[in-house]
Nanobody, 118 residues
């Protein structure tokens, strides 16, 4: 099980950009590399959903609502996964978490708040 720490959220205007980071500071690199890592978000009134995922090699995957606007990537040497978000919309507002895919109950962090508002 990975311990993951999210950062990079904030307040941004519609159409703006943010980059989120997800780090596994205590993991051994070889362990980190074994996992598919995903970004999930919790928006008001909705269940937590997986918005993007990245394996160690292979293809990334995106929810339809973010495809073409969000880009997920990973730097295994830094044990970090990034989520580059562009053309943000009000409906992207929420708390963003990273976790393995499938998710692990013990790997949820505190998340990072993203607010898209003018």
């Amino acid at each position: 099980q990975l311990r993951l720490v999210e950062s990079g959220g904030g307040l941004v205007q519609p159409g703006g950009s943010l980059r989120l980071s997800c780090k596994a500071p205590r993991a051994i690199t070889s362990t980190f590399n074994q996992y598919v890592i995903g970004w999930y978000r919790q928006t008001p009134g909705r269940q937590r959903e997986l918005v993007a995922s990245v394996p160690n090699g292979g293809s990334t995957d995106y929810a339809d609502s973010v495809r073409g606007r969000f880009t997920i990537s990973r730097d295994n040497s830094r044990k970090t996964v990034y989520l580059q978000m562009q053309n943000l919309k009000a409906e992207d507002t929420g708390v963003y978490y990273c976790n393995t895919v499938p998710n692990s109950a013990n790997s949820w962090g505190q998340g990072t708040q993203v607010t898209v508002s003018s």
